[in-house]
């Protein structure tokens, strides 16, 4: 036996494990156990990374189905969107199957000229392309949104069911709480949970002293009030479990949290936009008068958008409205927008609704690619996505989003999380519970607000920023540049691994 030859193999079987071993680091806040399931360390106040598994379409437990083709169109060059609306209506009056769909409107290969906007006001109805080959333009001129998804009306309180959480203290991912009345609720109602704007609140976050300049609005109360849609999974005693985290703390000091029971009988579902180019005509690279929003989404839940490719639309590839829910936006690209590069323009991948996922996306010469608006309530997820070609900043844009998770995002531009003072009309605070997993940019600016909970930035590659106001309390940051690999690597991935075992 070559003993020689066997020390070495052993020595470097050791070295290579050993190296194997050095390759990967975890944070200090979520931890792999024993049984490789992820384990979440409290702060002082009880705060834990929430769990954001329970997003997108069915809230991920089920796969996106492939809905039966009841109408086949191909281009004329005449009435292209009109044939196209009237096979929406037709099947709009077709009953619901068992599975809640009607069928799908199959838009084979060639160009439709669509001057207008295309609706879907029905549930059950899939509006499904070719691919590439199946191209659709926005033709003609006038802002407006190529196909737009929308139901009618607003979540509408159940009289008589609202009632008070009396924790003192509601933790960021925590899933229970005490009530003062559990009467009017049953395991499966699906609730409100209220989180009011107060004076007191608005003065310690020091949201009333923007600095002024012109059109600056300080932040009252009244327009702080959140709404968080949840459904109950448990009751026992006085205590109410529900199916996705709290994503902000509640709190007596500001005002504690309410829940009641509501309805949204207008909202529509089961809805999808597939395998699809969408196009819009312009004049210039600067032009705006013409498509603004190829795919735009509101009053909708459990719908989704996959493989749709937009090109030249001065706003987004896709817009999801505040009254979306449950929306899943998968393997979509964003190219070639046509604006002005300022305000209110390329908002590549906008999600102001809540537990929506956005993920395996690409967006090139946008503003902000990966976005949320003013109090938008979470848990959202922005995943695996990329940017390229960048004109301005990923993150929260303005004025409080509420739980979001940006993992395994990649841009040549920045990823801000900050206090943005007085951009826009005074636009503060861009939120809280923002978390950044394994991201890759230019610069990454992480600030925490004075009071209700952190921002967080782990396992990030780039140039830690100051941000634009420079004095503000620094945000949670864990392995900057950190040589070796974070892992889980994905944070949301992981999470939702470890529900379905």
Not at 383 to 412: F, M, Q
Not at 468 to 489: C, F, M, S, V, Y
Request: contains cysteine.
């Amino acid at each position: 036996m070559n003993f020689k030859l066997l020390f070495l193999g052993s020595l470097f079987y050791l070295l290579s494990t050993s190296e194997g071993q050095a390759q990967t680091w975890q944070s200090n806040l979520v931890k792999l156990n024993k049984a490789e399931k992820l384990t979440y360390i409290p702060d002082a106040k009880g705060d834990v990374i929430p769990d954001f598994s329970r997003v997108g379409y069915h809230q991920g437990d089920k796969v996106i189905p492939q809905v039966k083709v009841v109408k086949e169109l191909s281009p004329n060059g005449i009435n292209d969107q009109q044939q196209i609306q009237e096979a929406i209506n037709e099947l709009a009056k077709m009953p619901l199957n068992k599975d809640g769909f009607r069928g799908t409107v199959l838009i084979k290969k060639g160009t439709y000229e669509i001057p207008g906007t295309i609706n879907i006001t029905a549930s059950g109805i899939v509006l499904r392309g070719e691919g590439l080959v199946t191209k659709l333009i926005a033709t003609g001129t006038g802002q407006r949104k190529l196909i737009s998804v929308n139901g009618i009306g607003k979540p509408k309180e159940v009289a008589n069911t609202r009632t008070k959480i009396t924790d003192a203290y509601v933790a960021v991912g925590a899933k229970s709480f005490q009530v003062n009345d559990v009467a009017n609720f049953k395991v499966g109602d699906g609730i409100m949970v209220f989180r009011p704007g107060t004076t007191k609140w608005i003065e310690d976050l020091k949201m009333d002293q923007i600095e002024a300049r012109e059109g600056t609005i300080q932040w009252k109360p009244a327009d702080y009030d959140l709404y968080f849609e949840r459904k109950i999974t448990a009751i026992k005693g006085s205590k109410i479990t529900i199916d996705n985290p709290i994503v902000m703390a509640m709190e007596t000091q500001y005002g504690g949290g309410e829940i009641y029971k509501f309805s949204f009988e207008g909202r529509i579902n089961e809805v999808g936009i597939e395998n699809m180019l969408l196009e819009s005509a312009y004049q210039s690279d600067t032009d705006e008068n013409h498509g603004w929003d190829a795919v735009w989404m509101n009053r909708v839940e459990n719908a989704w958008i996959s493989n749709v490719t937009s090109k030249y639309f001065g706003f987004s590839c896709v817009n999801l409205a505040n009254y979306s829910k449950q929306i899943t936006v998968t393997n979509c690209a964003s190219s070639a927008p046509k604006s002005k590069i300022e305000g209110g323009r390329r908002y590549s991948f906008n999600n102001d609704g809540q537990l929506n996922l956005i993920r395996d996306c690409t967006a090139s010469e946008g503003r902000h690619d990966y976005v949320t608006g003013a109090k938008v309530a979470g848990p959202n997820v922005f995943y695996n996505c990329k940017s390229e070609s960048a004109k301005a900043d990923i993150g929260p844009h303005h004025r409080w989003a509420v739980g979001t998770l940006y993992d395994n995002i990649t841009t040549d531009g920045d990823i801000n999380v900050q206090d943005r003072g007085n951009w826009g009309t005074g636009h503060g605070w861009a939120g809280v519970t923002q978390i950044l997993w394994n991201c890759t940019a230019a610069k990454v600016t992480v600030q925490s607000p004075y009071i209700s909970g952190n921002n967080y930035a782990i396992g990030i590659t780039a140039t830690k920023s100051s941000g634009r106001l420079k004095d503000r309390p620094d945000g949670i940051w864990e392995g900057l540049n950190h040589k070796d690999k974070l892992t889980p690597a994905s944070l949301y991935t992981k999470q939702l691994a470890d529900r379905k075992k």
